[in-house]
């Protein structure tokens, strides 16, 4: 299913010990790095769910991990003055706008604390922590280990995911663990929400939110399929995006696919890809009866309740005094900030990708397939972009970074021997 090149990236070394390698050969700061990524992305990307509530604000440990990052972020970020450039204008051009217009309605308009924290934590305090402080870290892991600890945290999102979604329609529950898979504040609600679909449940996994989910993975598939070896976890990938049973992900691993496919990462002439595809679609035509849908649920008009939305249209200067961004993220930020705003709350979403499409012949594997989980992503995003969801943008953000991602620092170590 990967391009004919991508196994050269991922080279010889077995998946399991690229990451011993790198352990072994990292001086102390390097592991230090590596812990630390390590850490970010287990609880962002296997585990983004697992904490509690404080007052009305749900905690998860991946929050706290990237707050804990932050700080050592910044303090290192002055000593070596190692600044990422396009991150920084990207911070600067578009999030920081975006995050003083919310200040102003925030003061203007009132508006409840809540409201205020949840948006400005999207825009403001996770492309600050992403962007301008940790992305220049990025370029002291080699691509091959970063690729690698994705590979092992998709692998057990998709493990789990799927060992749910077999069990619930047999017993009727799912595997929660409080605390770890779910915020022990939202145990046992899930089957309060609209997840049920026939005898199904959506496939959760560790997101307890099947677009959530889905919307996640159409971010990271592509870099999981440039450094997966095992062709069986890449179709169990695409088997647990399809159980998602949301249209927005199907029609997001359309776009991810013939993005892929326009990009070279996959070649049009393997027959893995084609049964892939076929097993996808298959997959598919054998859920949609048994859910007990019909082509008028396929296609619906109601576009799943989203119509109801337009009801509560303002186009304005600078938007309604409400903030909210639902399902349908483009609307949502028209609506929120306006035809001045606008533009600026866009700009945090598609900078990345316009400035990968403008410097396309210099991107290196991972950061084409970076591009093309974004894009995949900002398809989906038309219709449930589960914006301000933990942790659809902490990844999101995560995944921009590696699309600015220059490429591995000369260090004098032996680090330089894994493939970056």
Same mark, same amino acid.
């Given at each position: 299913m990967r391009a004919g090149g991508t196994a050269g990236v991922a080279g010889n070394a077995r998946t399991g010990s690229i990451l011993g390698q790198a352990w072994r050969s990292g001086a102390s700061v390097q592991k230090l790095l590596l812990a630390g990524f390590i850490a970010l992305c287990l609880f962002n990307l296997a585990l983004p769910k697992g904490g509690f509530r404080l007052l009305e604000y749900p905690v998860t440990w991946g929050y706290i991990i990237?707050?804990?990052?932050? !700080?050592?972020?910044?303090?290192?970020?002055? !000593?070596?003055?190692?600044?990422?450039v396009q991150p920084i204008i990207h911070f600067g051009l578009f999030c920081l706008p975006v995050s003083l217009l919310i200040v102003v309605k925030a003061v203007v308009y009132s508006s409840?604390? +809540?409201?205020?924290v949840v948006y400005l934590t999207v825009f403001m305090a996770m492309p600050l922590i992403m962007l301008v402080l940790m992305a220049p870290f990025l370029e002291d892991l080699p691509a091959q280990v970063i690729g690698t600890i994705f590979v092992w945290c998709i692998r057990f999102t998709v493990a789990w995911g799927l060992m749910n979604f077999i069990l619930y329609p047999f017993i009727k529950n799912i595997v929660q663990i409080p605390y770890i898979t779910v915020n022990v504040a939202d145990y046992?609600?899930?089957f309060l929400r609209n997840n049920t679909r026939?005898? @199904?449940l959506k496939?959760?996994?560790? =997101? #307890? #939110?099947?677009n959530l989910y889905g919307d996640c993975m159409l971010m990271l598939?592509?870099?999981?399929?440039? =450094?997966?070896? +095992?062709? &069986?976890?890449?179709?169990?990938?695409?088997?647990?995006?399809?159980?998602?049973l949301s249209r927005t992900v199907w029609i997001g691993m359309l776009a991810v696919a013939g993005l892929m496919m326009l990009t070279g990462q996959v070649n049009l002439r393997r027959a893995s890809l084609w049964g892939g595809i076929v097993a996808g679609l298959g997959l598919i035509l054998v859920l949609i009866p048994a859910m007990g849908w019909t082509a008028e649920n396929v296609v619906n008009a109601q576009l799943g309740g989203r119509i109801r939305s337009f009801t509560t249209f303002e186009l304005t200067l600078f938007g309604r005094s409400k903030l909210a961004i639902p399902e349908m993220v483009y609307f949502g930020m028209l609506n929120s900030f306006g035809v001045l705003g606008f533009p600026f709350a866009?700009?945090?979403? $598609?900078?990345?990708?316009? @400035?990968?499409?403008?410097?396309? #012949?210099?991107? +290196?594997?991972?950061r084409k397939a970076a591009f093309c989980g974004l894009g995949g992503y900002l !398809?989906?995003?038309? +219709?449930?972009?589960? $914006?301000? $969801?933990?942790?659809?943008? &902490?990844? $999101?953000?995560? !995944?921009?970074?590696?699309?600015?991602?220059?490429?591995?620092?000369?260090?004098?170590?032996?680090?330089?021997?894994?493939?970056s």
């Open positions: 990237l707050a804990m990052l932050a !700080v050592p972020a910044a303090v290192n970020l002055l !000593v070596r003055g190692n600044l990422a409840p604390p +809540s409201e205020t046992g609600t899930i026939g005898p @199904f496939l959760l996994s560790t =997101y #307890n #939110n099947g598939a592509p870099i999981y399929f440039l =450094y997966e070896r +095992s062709r &069986v976890w890449m179709l169990l990938l695409i088997a647990a995006l399809v159980c998602t866009l700009g945090t979403l $598609f900078a990345g990708p316009i @400035f990968a499409i403008t410097h396309f #012949n210099q991107l +290196s594997p991972l !398809v989906a995003a038309m +219709s449930d972009g589960a $914006f301000v $969801f933990p942790p659809t943008m &902490v990844l $999101f953000y995560l !995944v921009t970074g590696l699309l600015y991602r220059r490429g591995l620092r000369p260090t004098g170590t032996n680090w330089n021997r894994i493939a």
